[in-house]
T-cell receptor, first 113, second 112 residues
Framework: GAGVSQSPSNKVTEKGKDVELRCDPI?????LYWYRQSLGQGLEFLIY????????KSGLPSDRFSAERTGGSVSTLTIQRTQQEDSAVYLC???????????FGEGSRLTVL | AQSVTQLGSHVSVSEGALVLLRCNYS??????LFWYVQYPNQGLQLLLK??????LVKGINGFEAEFKKSETSFHLTKPSAHMSDAAEYFC??????????FGQGTELSVKP
């Protein structure tokens, strides 16, 4: 595909359930980011993968959140025991270099009831 | 650690008027600075990027930004606003290979 692909585009879940959000970055991009966008909250950094380096997890809000990137490509963001405050749009972005332009996906909108 | 502050969560201008969106950053090393735009119901896209080559950076759609080290600022301007400029604008800073941190965003409204 030409761009960053995220799935699902919309997810409605019940409080306490686990969810997985997937991101397919642009082929060859070494950097991959996850952000969370809530109304009026801007883009909150969650996690950053760069090549084979250990990811920067400093933005993950709690231990219920985790992410992995397999084979330097696809990434999955997992939220365990979801809470209502987890409701937001989760954005994935990739970049060809650590200081390059970010290319964003359309986002996964998560609603926790 | 780097951080970004965007002054004014909402800015309203008349069509044809000057657009000025303010961004101040903090960084322990010479930063890379970015402006991204998010049009209604669309994804984020790059407007322009500063990488130390020139302090005045020109971007798409007539926007430009000036890097001022002494003021730790990277304000975004456009001489004449157009209705199609209505969007949310995000300033971001990267510490030379580290994570990219975004500001809270400024929503620009353009009045006819």
């Amino acid at each position: 595909g030409a761009g960053v692909s995220q799935s699902p585009s919309n997810k409605v879940t019940e409080k306490g359930k686990d969810v997985e959000l997937r991101c397919d970055p642009i082929s060859g991009h070494t950097a991959l980011y996850w952000y969370r966008q809530s109304l009026g909250q801007g883009l909150e950094f969650l996690i950053y993968f760069q090549g084979n380096s250990a990811p920067d997890k400093s933005g993950l809000p709690s231990d219920r959140f985790s992410a992995e990137r397999t084979g330097g490509s696809v990434s999955t963001l997992t939220i365990q025991r979801t809470q209502q405050e987890d409701s937001a749009v989760y954005l994935c972005a990739s970049s060809p270099s650590p200081t390059g332009e970010l290319f964003f996906g359309e986002g996964s909108r998560l609603t926790v009831l | 650690a780097q951080s970004v502050t965007q002054l004014g969560s909402h800015v309203s201008v008349s069509e044809g008027a000057l657009v000025l969106l303010r961004c101040n950053y903090s960084s322990s090393v010479p930063p890379y600075l970015f402006w991204y735009v998010q049009y209604p119901n669309q994804g984020l896209q790059l407007l322009l990027k500063y990488t130390s080559a020139a302090t005045l950076v020109k971007g798409i759609n007539g926007f430009e930004a000036e890097f001022k080290k002494s003021e730790t600022s990277f304000h975004l301007t456009k001489p004449s606003a157009h209705m199609s400029d209505a969007a949310e604008y995000f300033c971001a800073v990267n510490n030379q290979g580290g994570k990219l941190i975004f500001g809270q965003g400024t929503e620009l409204s353009v009045k006819p």
